[in-house]
């Protein structure tokens, strides 16, 4: 009796490792599935009461290779007398190893210092409201406040590990791994709580276009 049971076990765990393989081997084959974007190129000029400051920002070659995004942009705006920068990096596929590079590893790296971390809530006109990690960074004279959060497949989500386990499921359910890091900072002048409102404002607008260029 002992024995039959070892062998039925020993059978149903060949039939669901011949069956997962199968499956792996499938999805594998039929590799990312594509979705309709727009580049970030055409990202808005104006949004809200922000317009376009300058022109667009290109990173050296060194940065792009470590960066390895597959569209980004880095955009200065302003809006009355408040000024802030915008940077979305997209991801088409995140199976390569190509992934979000996180600014708790990368601007440390670059002189920053960063500190007093927390999270954000940001809500946005007609989207469910959502958390983003904010920061006050230091770099010599240069003070700053840092809003981020990994948007993708139709999530904005705060943490990198939770961003990385909506990756691995959307890949199996929905053959998708693209998505993004949105980043936002404005320098800090007298008052952190004041660079922080216009922070979140830029990202509340910015939030708004975000799915014509990291679709949902």
Known sequence: MVNRSSSIRFWLVLVVLLLGGGIINEWERAGEARVARQPLKNFPQRIGSWRQRGDDVRFDDETEKVLRADDYVSRNFESNDRVASLYIGYYATQRN?????????????????????GRITIASAGAPPFEANRYLIQNGN??????????????????????????????VRRR???????????PIGNSPAEAEKTAVDLAAQAAKELPAFVPN
């Open 176 to 186: 998708r791994s693209d998505g993004a890091l949105v980043r936002v900072m404005t």
């Open 97 to 117: 190893g190509a992934t979000y590079h996180s600014p708790l590893n990368c601007l440390p790296g670059s002189g920053w210092v960063m500190s007093d971390g």
């Open 142 to 171: 240069d003070r700053a406040v840092m809003i981020y959060w990994y948007q993708g497949r139709g999530s904005s989500v705060a943490s990198e590990y939770w961003a990385k386990f909506y990756t691995v499921l959307d890949s």
